[in-house]
């Protein structure tokens, strides 16, 4: 190999070894950071470390209700634990993390800790305040009804007899 070449190589090799340990060492700090801790297979020890109000006393009986009940397959169950409150779970809420969960077993866990709501407006049954009766109809309705039309009739009349006037008067002064 000629000597430009294996510069290149080394060039090649000694910026992949850069990138590549640049990525593994931003992957440690970020895992570092505790963005999440799979709480069905940390220690004791992790979750002491990784959770925010959670000591050597509380990571264990998260680790002994995990084995009572198997796994945990909702972060909402670390309230069943003693000692775990509603603000301890809130303050670690995005540090949390559950693996390895079947959607068949999540769809089945959802249901059971948030049945489905029936929200619709319950159906009212209203008071008839008046019975109905067609007298009291025909006597409002059909006066009103004659009164209404007498009305139409009278202006479609009125507009006629304008439209002659005016028909004339065009005539009138077309002849002249």
């Not at 000597?3 to 060039?11: G, T």
């Not at 700090?29 to 709480?39: E, H, K, N, Q, S």
């Not at 109809?137 to 009278?154: A, E, K, N, V």
Request: proline residues 5%; positive net charge; aromatic residues 12%.
């Amino acid at each position: 190999m000629s000597q430009p070449i294996r510069n290149i190589v080394k060039y090649i090799v000694n910026t992949q070894f850069i990138l590549v340990s640049i990525a593994i060492i931003i992957n440690l700090f970020i895992y570092r950071l505790g963005l999440a801790i799979d709480i069905n297979t940390a220690s004791a020890e992790e979750l002491a470390r990784e959770l925010a109000y959670v000591g050597p006393v509380k990571a264990q009986r998260i680790v002994e209700y995990r084995q009572k009940i198997g796994r945990f397959m909702y972060p909402e169950q670390l309230l069943e634990v003693y000692g775990i409150g509603p603000k301890t779970l809130e303050r670690n809420w995005e540090k949390i993390a559950i693996g390895n969960n079947s959607s068949q077993q999540l769809a089945l866990l959802h249901e059971a800790y948030y049945p489905p709501l029936d929200l619709s407006p319950p159906i009212a049954k209203f008071r008839r305040l008046v019975t109905y009766s067609l007298f009291w109809d025909s006597i409002l309705i059909l006066p009103l009804f004659c009164i209404s039309l007498f009305i139409f009739i009278r202006a479609w009349l009125v507009s006629l007899k304008k439209d002659k006037i005016m028909v004339k008067t065009w005539e009138n002064a077309r002849i002249s």
